[in-house]
């Protein structure tokens, strides 16, 4: 390439980098080619990666994951598996243990750039290629890579014969491009924690046996021929068979594999296919049976409320370590009972908005998938209690419970930031609780501090302009600002960035004057409810100063009073209740008990004695 048509590349580059709305991102399409040796459990894979390089920056090196090294011994998978103080009891010290023939791996045999041929060296689950000729910005180039693997046993999301029997759940199964961002290169060591990806196109073709039927992520292009519950005729079949599929606009792929696999195809009412796969049996059949159904309500419900799925299919599929999301699949165990099944189901697919759609970067942000994930599970499978499509009893407000087991595992002294990158946790529970717990609580203290009404238009809001677009903190809490037209600033740094804990307390009357006081260092606005003897009830609503702006109610508080701000360096607050002592009844800060109070006792006044009903 000569010096003028550098010039014109580089400065075009820098075009459609400057001329995208909103923030640049790679692109990355894949072909593959597969073929199974199902005696040896490995297989032979050619790949085409055309990657389009839309950011700024001139890249001299390129990073890919080969996520089966994991499954060696001492592996980093392994090593931190067995150091960790309570570590996965799927992993624990279980891959020491694999023979040679059990363990699995990822080897790359050639890699070219262009046609020429490139240089690489493997350091665990990541293999590392110095370019001999650089990738400029806006250029697009051609990876042609031969490799292959073999699938280890089944221990934690990938693997062959999990416990359930299915003989293939092929996950993180390919090398795969690590992601480039506007903070550089994310080349993570696996430890059996986030992803991160590019999206782009897949086009995979699977060979193996012709007795076995495959599930996988995308849409199957030559069902006739593979027949297997995609043909409604019988079809003459090969010793072996090729299973072809494309999808669009996705960051992974994941198959599965089964000669027993039955599959059911529902339409649903939004148009979507919902694909169940499963081995049939007294354990599985019959909840396995009604999922379709109870899953296309489940669709019809997230589609209105958080945002419309995209993607023409949906597939379950029995496989896996318990459940674990990818693009337009989950691998699910299958042997549970109807409502469990339901839950991981609803769970797995929930990480279609806030993983496969939105795609923010796991390892820094795991909150915002997992925790916004959970939080939007718990409001579905309320939602079918009340349409008793499954057994249960729906709540009022179904996140009470992940608010106090936030509030009781922060009270032991074991909690770490959410800010912490996922792999670094110092414990599996601390992991646990941060990015499923407190990230859901995260959004019960947003509701409580933007009213139901802006908090859910704000989620369908954060949804729309995100999509496809990996946000991070930042970009949510501005959208939640946008659609309250408060700040949220000071609520992100305290709650994500410090374990600071919330804690306020009802201290007494001063005359017809309340004087409240705030214990824990984080501070909040106020929900206070004042009820007199004569059974009269007064709401009081008391803004912090750094909001610059109040709610508006919601159904678990309204009609209420808004008071002066209170300033968040001021630990004490008077409010005029104009109304004395003798005349209460009782005081409560929060009457809903959505607030993450550290101490719930002193939020309300008089003191409740413990005969009269309050646990000490």
Partial sequence: MNYITALFVLCFGWTIASAQTGRWQMAADYQMDIDFNMKQHQFEGDQKLT???????????????????????????????????????RVKDRIVKLKKNEQGYLEVSSL???????????????????????????????????????VPLQIRRSGRFNREGIEYSMAQWYPKLCNYDEQGWHANPYVAREFYGIWGNFDVKITLPSNYVVAATGELQNKAETGYGYSPEPVSRPEKLTWHFTAEKVHDFVWAADPDYKQIAHQSQDGITIRCFFQPGEKTTENWEKLPVIMDEAFHFINAKYGKYPFKEYSFIQGGDGGMEYPMATLITGERSLTSLVGVAVHELMHSWYQMVLGSNEALYHWMDEGF?????????????????????????????????????????????????????????????????????????????????????????????????????NDFIRVMEKQSGLELDWFKEYFVHSTHLIDYEVEGMNGKTLVLRRIGKMPMPLDVTVTTKDGKIKRFYIPLDVMRGEKKGDRFFERFQVEEDWAWTHPTYGLDIDTSLSEIEKIEIDASQRLAD?????????????QEGMDK
């Fill in 51 to 89: 990657l389009w390089n839309q950011s700024p920056d001139t890249l001299f090196r390129l990073y890919y994951h080969l996520y089966f090294n994991a499954f060696q011994p001492n592996s980093s998978m392994d090593v931190r598996s067995r150091m960790i103080v309570d570590p996965d009891p």
């Fill in 112 to 150: 070219r750039l262009n046609g020429k041929k490139q240089d690489f060296k493997v350091e665990g689950t990541i293999l590392e290629v110095a370019l001999e000729q650089p990738i400029l910005p806006g250029s697009k180039v051609v990876l042609d890579m031969e490799f292959e693997g073999q």
């Fill in 373 to 473: 994930t959970s939080y939007a599970s718990n409001e579905v499978m309320n939602f079918l209690m009340l349409k008793k499509l499954i057994p249960g009893t729906p709540a009022e407000n179904p996140h009470l419970e992940e608010v106090r087991g936030y509030v009781n595992f922060a009270l032991s002294g074991a909690e770490e930031a959410l800010i912490t990158h996922a792999d670094h946790f110092q414990t599996n529970a601390a992991y646990g609780v941060a990015s499923y717990t407190k990230g859901e609580v995260l959004l019960e203290q947003l509701r409580y501090v933007m009213g139901e009404q802006a908090f859910d238009q704000g989620m369908l809001r954060y949804f729309q302009t995100w999509k496809f677009r990996h946000p991070n903190a």
């Fill in 598 to 610: 550290a101490n719930q006792e002193n939020n309300i006044f008089p003191r409740l004695m413990p």
